[in-house]
């Protein structure tokens, strides 16, 4: 099924306070954390439901998943009949409470 991608305004601000968190110590492995990250997206792009619900965010349609990249990040995104949109990369030692900030409608 093919399903329009959109990435959010949010997401964008999280990719970009991590790779800069992260480049400050070592810019070698922001680079690796920007393309470990394309390559997961690539494949979640292929088979969105391949990847687990988030927990935190439970709906009867498990519209909410996540995929860990780097053994330490989570990519969380929203999959419905038209739409795979992409909320949020967080650090996999974020509190819960968290998490659900991030459930949304509004997709700016």
Request: zero cysteines; hydrophobic letters at 35%; proline letters at 5%.
């Amino acid at each position: 099924m093919k399903r329009k991608k959109l990435f959010t305004r949010s997401f964008a601000k999280y990719f970009e306070a991590n790779y800069q968190y992260i480049y400050k110590e070592s810019p070698q492995n922001a680079r690796k954390f920007a393309k470990d990250l394309d390559s997961k997206i690539e494949k979640i792009k292929e088979r969105p439901t391949a990847f687990p619900p988030e927990s935190a965010l439970p709906t009867k349609k498990n519209w909410y998943r996540f995929a860990i990249f780097m053994n330490k990040w989570k990519i969380i995104y929203k999959v419905t009949n038209d739409l795979l949109i992409f909320l949020a990369i967080i650090h996999t030692n974020r509190h819960e409470k968290q998490i659900k900030r991030i459930r949304t409608n509004k997709y700016q």
